[in-house]
């Protein structure tokens, strides 16, 4: 297992050696630390668009505040709060989907990224595995082809992150031939 600033050193040295787009595979038990973990580091130093697949933004919200993120540097894609029926909150920093479709991903993220103006900048999706269960491989690979095309002509730094053993190891490969850097945590 990676503790947080050997974690957050790897993701450093990746962004210090070109990495642009940077994979997260992470066990279950360790989800929530290392996502945090993640997003607390980039915040740090960068603005930044949370592309949140699994929690809705109320909870997220909440959570990073407790963790003393500050949340006005980032703008968030929501796409679970529609789904089930939750309050739609802060619409200026929080876009909301009513599923994670692969097409109002993309034209929400790129959007989001618009609006993104400083100079040190990310993007932090997670989960890819959650894409996965609403749509095929070939829609999943489509999609992130596409994304990581974006975040690296903007400038961004792309985080993506996923669950280990959600998908096929066949999957992985695939992905990581997108990603300048596989960080196992």
């Not at 630390?33 to 949370?50: H, M, N, Q, W």
Request: with cysteine; glycine share 4%; aromatic share 10%.
């Amino acid at each position: 297992m990676t503790t947080s600033s050997s974690l957050t050193e790897k993701i450093k040295d990746a962004i210090d050696h070109g990495a642009e787009i940077i994979l997260v595979k992470v066990d279950a038990k360790n989800y929530v630390r290392v996502s945090l973990e993640i997003v607390k580091f980039f915040s740090s130093f960068a603005d930044g668009v949370y592309v949140t697949l699994n929690k809705p933004y109320f909870s997220l919200k909440r959570m990073l505040a407790k963790e003393n993120i500050d949340l006005r540097k980032m703008y968030f894609i929501d796409s679970i709060t529609m789904q089930v029926g939750g309050e739609v909150l802060d619409e200026e920093r929080c876009f909301y989907l009513s599923s994670p479709d692969p097409v109002q991903l993309q034209v929400t993220i790129e959007r989001a990224m618009d609006l993104i103006t400083s100079e040190n900048r990310f993007i932090y999706i997670d989960s890819l595995s959650t894409i996965s269960l609403y749509k095929s491989f070939e829609t999943l690979i489509k999609f992130l082809r596409h994304i990581t095309g974006k975040i690296r002509l903007r400038g961004f730094v792309g985080t993506i992150f996923t669950l280990e053993k959600e998908m096929d190891e066949t999957y992985y490969s695939q992905i990581s031939l997108m990603c300048d850097e596989v960080i196992e945590a």
